[in-house]
């Protein structure tokens, strides 16, 4: 009979959870989703696939920065108590914008 070892390892509970489910789907539990991982990674000599990091253009980056920044606390936004308030300082703000892209006619 084959000894088994244990391997604990750390990691987010959401992450482990959607892993669950994800290998659930194809029929095996995170324990042999780790074991085929480990057994493919000896097979090549490397891990068994390419890590990368997605890239984002500047404009997306900042984005992410600034959603970051508001979660953390170190923005501040501005809240409304209804969607109607916030329609109303929009349509403002549009009515506004217009407003200042008028061209005034020559003087004859």
């Not at 009979?1 to 029929?27: C, W």
């Not at 324990?31 to 490397?46: M, P």
């Amino acid at each position: 009979m084959e000894k088994t070892a244990s391997l604990h390892i750390r990691v987010n509970p959401v992450v482990k959870k959607q892993a669950e489910e994800l290998y659930a789907d194809f029929g095996m539990s995170l324990s042999q989703a780790v074991n085929l991982f480990l057994h493919q990674s000896l097979l090549e000599y490397r891990l068994p696939f390419q890590p990368h990091q997605p890239r984002f253009n500047a404009e997306t980056l900042a984005a992410i920065q600034e959603t970051k920044d508001i979660i953390s606390g170190k923005v501040q936004t501005k809240s409304y108590s209804s969607l109607d308030e916030f329609l109303a300082e929009i349509n403002t703000e549009i009515a506004a914008e217009e407003a200042e892209d008028e061209i005034e006619p020559l003087a004859a």
